[in-house]
């Protein structure tokens, strides 16, 4: 600790902070552009020059580094004039343009320039214009506003990895930008339109809609990936606008997703249903919200409580899940899930108490040695991504595509989906010998091979001591989930990791412990006779339906409605009404969104976070847990009164009370280790970033980034020889255009979700 | 058929004779600063490109030092020995900066602009001479001065510069 004097009162610091961050903690202001807590130090603005007692010449507090007994003067004639004379030159180019800048009132360009400018500039000459390139659908460019702090470009290269943004040129002709005209690819890319001090980079879907001082703010939980990130949602007379992030160390640190900063446009789109409607003879019918549910209980009512099945989304709040389980155990049936992209089930009896990191979101950033297993990372979680790529660890991953990191990657195996099992039991393997071997797969590991790769990924797991393995979309969704999950526990306990889940959306930790789940209620008490999964209830006919927030023809891994075509009945709780919905839906109620709802997300580390509703829900919409607690009191189901979301949380906190999961206990030991037999073309599936759920798949800007642009059967080039040229291939009956990509592996297709019916794995079909 | 993420190849737009003397540059640097031999490997390139360099140039020789493109878009638009735009036989670059300033560059700079009839970056039409302007090239003690290739001319006058012109054009 040393003490320093600031404007005449002493204050204490650790020995080695910068100026500025001593002046921060005490909320003493300085004026800054260039500085940013997360970024590099670059001490290019200057607008930070203090005065520090026997320095010649005033100092910039963001590069001046505290020593015991310093004096500074913030606010000096000497400091004040240095500020104002900085200040005069960054206006010297800057085009004044405030009354038509989307910045404008927000801006701490104008800020600073009221505080610490002067109201007359000596410059008298021309000011330079720079031509704007365009970032892509989601950055508004306006680059003669740019002062040169270049936040963006250390953002660029220090928070995405993936440098696009540059300072080219030199002096005077210097142009803050990318050089040649290409849409930004980060998944984080929205965030430097916060850092950016002025207004050259503006929110594109924003642009024009409102100033600040119009708006209010309302303080939620992002609803898509498994981080929780902490935002605001910005609005204007019950208008969503714009949503940012909220400052929260210990999940999403000042950062967001640009799923969860864009998804918002999604909430006023066109097909977005208003109003409870029935169908009766083919024909669709607006009718009364006490209509449309006593049609659908009536209806309900008909069925034998088995042959009804509920599937949730797992991006519905813990609220929602809960009642929707209430629900249906109420009624008699087990059938409830929210596990639509998973096939292999035959563990669950084993699984933890729901999908846990295995530790916190800040461990990641510690971690010194990590195996992905299944996982694009950086699409999926962009957040996670993030804290592991600071980590600076050994990563190692094992994928069925090469995907890109932006770190990098200490070893890795692209393996086809039929071969993992033995691959995996490799890497196994070559662990052995570092600690006791799980019971029941001494036998299993016995026999088989070590290769090269399999000992390369083993090495890199052993670096350091805080290692993690991580399961991903792709290892959840696999065809022999179980299998692959007993594997990566044992190669978690064989190393001394920690076995952690990626959970893949925003509530799926809730929807466990909601109870959304076919064996388990709410706090994780088994039932005693499981219902049907997801998969199951999606491919075996039943007779009835209830859907909730559900597309199952673009959410399930079945890649198909059929069954719901071929069923009697089937109530859609829905915001959105597509032509599928109204081919098999016989009830559609209408449903508030994200921001028009109040509830709780669990998530990944298991902290559960409650919001209020931002906005009146749309129309007549209800939010969901309303809904589902007429419909229980409707169908005369005891315990069914709420008031209020708070105490349908409450209810779920009392049942799960202090319950932990556990990663390291509770998997199932394999029986055998055998790949899964494929002789055709192997179709791999990935649910690319912007298509996850219904709420993201209608966000119009995300649906023209790079990211969205998916369409395609991808192979290898070897593989596509096999196609003699040809631009489109048939799949499954459908028409798809060949892309190239040579991170698919041999025997292999990469298909993204969403372009054709049929499930997403094994052969598939092409000619 | 369309191709996912088609980054460049610099082993199929970079000549053989460009890369081998690209790695002589390399190997002066530790293995893993691979991207310290950036301005050698831009000058080669350039060289063998007639002068200039083209993005898809630049992007070759970011995948060649395992760097992004951004970086040597920023090293390639810094320093003024580097041409984004084709240019002429000759390239004059006539130092404006302070010193050459106050010994007379303006004097220059007009003087070759009425003579090839070309401003400061330019090309004539028989695409023989660039006109350029760059900053300060370290030889102020012998202010005014250009370069041309890789030779400097100091202590420039307009008659100098007349008698430098003709032994180019005679060349
Ligand atoms: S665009 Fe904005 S953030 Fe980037 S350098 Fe310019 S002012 Fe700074
Ligand atoms: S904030 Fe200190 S120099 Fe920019
Ligand atoms: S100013 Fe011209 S060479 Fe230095």
């Given at each position: 600790m040393v003490t320093i004097e600031i404007d005449g009162k002493s204050y204490q610091a650790q020995a080695g902070q910068k100026l500025i961050e001593v002046t921060e903690a005490n909320g003493i202001d300085v004026p800054r552009f260039c500085?940013?807590?997360k970024l590099s130090i670059a001490a290019s603005c200057r607008m930070c020059l203090v005065e520090v007692e026997r320095a010649p010449k005033p100092m910039p507090a963001c590069a001046t580094p505290i020593m015991d007994g310093m004096k500074v003067f913030t606010r000096s004639t000497k400091a004040l004039a240095a500020q104002k004379a900085v200040m005069e030159f960054l206006l010297i180019n800057h085009p004044l343009d405030c009354p038509i800048c989307d910045q404008g009132g927000e801006c701490e360009l104008q800020d600073i320039a009221v505080g610490y400018g002067n109201d007359t500039s000596n410059y008298q000459e021309a000011k330079r214009v720079v031509i704007s390139k365009n970032l892509g659908p989601l950055i508004a460019t306006e680059m003669t506003r740019c002062i040169h702090c270049t936040r963006c470009v250390r953002f660029s290269k220090e928070i995405t990895g993936v440098p696009e943004m540059g300072d080219p040129g030199r002096g005077e002709h210097m142009k803050i930008g990318t050089y040649v005209e290409k849409n930004i690819t980060s998944e984080l890319s929205g965030n430097m339109i916060d850092i950016c001090p002025v207004g050259a980079l503006t929110s594109k879907p924003f642009r024009f809609s409102a100033r600040a001082w119009e708006m209010q703010q309302h303080n939620t939980i992002a609803p898509h990936d498994s981080v929780g990130s902490n935002i605001a949602v910005h609005t204007r007379r019950n208008k969503v606008l714009r949503v940012v992030p909220r400052e929260n160390e210990a999940i999403n640190e000042v950062w967001i997703s640009d799923r969860d900063r864009f998804?918002?446009?999604?909430?006023?789109?066109?097909?977005?249903?208003t109003s409870p409607m029935i169908k009766k003879d083919g024909t669709w019918k607006k009718v009364h919200w006490d209509t449309a549910l006593a049609y659908a209980v009536d209806n309900l009512k008909q069925i034998d409580s088995k042959s009804v099945g509920a599937l949730a989304s797992p991006t519905a709040t813990v609220e929602e899940l809960f009642l929707l389980q209430k629900l249906m155990r109420g009624i008699g049936s087990n059938n409830i899930d929210h596990r639509l992209r998973q096939v292999d089930f035959s563990d669950q009896d084993q699984a933890p108490l729901f999908p846990y990191l295995g530790q916190a979101i800040t461990d990641l950033e510690n971690c010194e040695a990590a195996l992905l297993i299944g996982s694009h990372l950086r699409k999926e979680q962009p957040i996670l991504n993030h804290r592991l790529r600071k980590a600076g660890a050994k990563v190692a991953v094992f994928n069925p595509i090469d995907y890109e990191f932006n770190f990098p990657v200490a070893a890795k195996m692209v393996v086809a989906p039929n071969n993992w099992v033995s691959n995996l039991t490799g890497i196994a393997k070559a662990l052995l010998g570092n600690g006791l071997i799980p019971t029941g797969m001494q036998k299993l590991l016995a026999d088989s091979e070590v290769t090269e790769e399999q000992q390369a990924i083993a090495e890199a797991l052993q670096t350091g001591e805080k290692r993690t393995v991580l399961l991903g979309n792709l290892a959840t969704s696999h065809p022999q989930f179980a299998t692959v999950r007993a594997l990566a526990a044992t190669i978690a306990k064989l190393s001394g990791a920690r076995l952690g889940y990626l959970p893949e959306a925003n509530n799926t930790t809730g929807a466990w412990l909601a109870g959304a789940v076919p064996h388990r209620k709410a706090g994780g008490e088994a039932v005693v006779e499981a219902g049907l999964d997801a998969y199951a209830m999606l491919s075996q006919n039943l007779k009835a339906y209830v859907l909730l927030g559900l597309e199952p023809e673009l959410d399930s891994c079945t890649g198909s409605a059929s069954c719901l075509e071929a069923a009697d009945f089937v109530v859609s709780l829905t915001a959105y009404k597509t032509e599928a919905i109204e081919n098999y839906a016989d009830v559609i109620l209408p449903i508030s969104l994200f921001t028009e709802t109040s509830g709780t997300y669990v998530n990944a580390e298991g902290l559960w976070q409650s919001f209020g509703g931002v906005v009146n829900p749309t129309g007549s919409t209800r939010p969901a847990w309303k809904v589902l607690r007429v419909l229980g009191n409707l169908f005369d189901i005891a315990e069914f009164d709420y008031v209020s979301s708070e105490q349908v949380r409450d209810e779920v906190q009392a049942l799960v009370g202090d319950k932990k999961p556990s990663n390291t206990a509770g998997w199932q030991v394999p029986t055998c280790l055998e790949n899964m037999a494929s002789d055709g073309l192997q179709r791999i599936t990935e649910m690319p970033i912007y298509s996850g759920d219904a709420l993201v798949r209608r966000a119009e800007a995300l649906q023209d980034t790079l990211d969205a642009d998916v369409a395609g059967i991808h192979v290898n080039p070897t593989v596509a020889k096999q196609f003699n040229g040809s631009e489109q291939v048939q799949v499954n009956g459908a028409s798809l255009p060949l892309v190239l990509d040579e991170r698919v592996p041999d025997g292999c297709a990469l298909i993204y979700a969403g372009q054709i019916a049929g499930t997403w794995h094994g052969n598939v079909e092409v000619s | 058929m369309s191709t996912h993420t088609s980054k460049p190849n610099a082993a199929t737009i970079l000549s053989e004779e460009s890369r081998l003397k690209i790695d002589t540059w390399i190997v002066?640097?530790?293995?893993?600063?691979?991207?310290?031999?950036v301005m050698g490997a831009l000058t080669i390139v350039q060289k063998a490109n007639g002068g200039w360099l083209t993005t898809e140039l630049m992007d070759a020789v970011a995948d060649y030092l395992d760097m992004p493109p951004i970086s040597v878009y920023e090293v390639a638009t810094f320093y003024s020995m580097y041409e984004l735009e084709p240019v002429g036989e000759h390239k004059l670059c006539v130092c404006t900066n302070v010193s050459c300033m106050l010994r007379g560059s303006e004097e220059i700079v007009d003087h070759l602009n009425k003579k090839l009839g070309v401003n400061l970056g330019e090309t004539t039409d028989d695409n023989k001479f660039t006109l350029k302007e760059v900053e300060c090239l370290g030889a102020c003690g012998g202010a005014p001065m250009m370069q041309i290739e890789d030779e400097y001319h100091e202590n420039l006058t307009p008659e100098k510069v007349d008698n430098i012109l003709e032994k180019l054009e005679n060349q």
């Open positions: 500085y940013h807590k998804s918002y446009e999604g909430l006023t789109a066109n097909d977005r249903i | 002066k640097y530790p293995t893993d600063q691979k991207q310290s031999a």
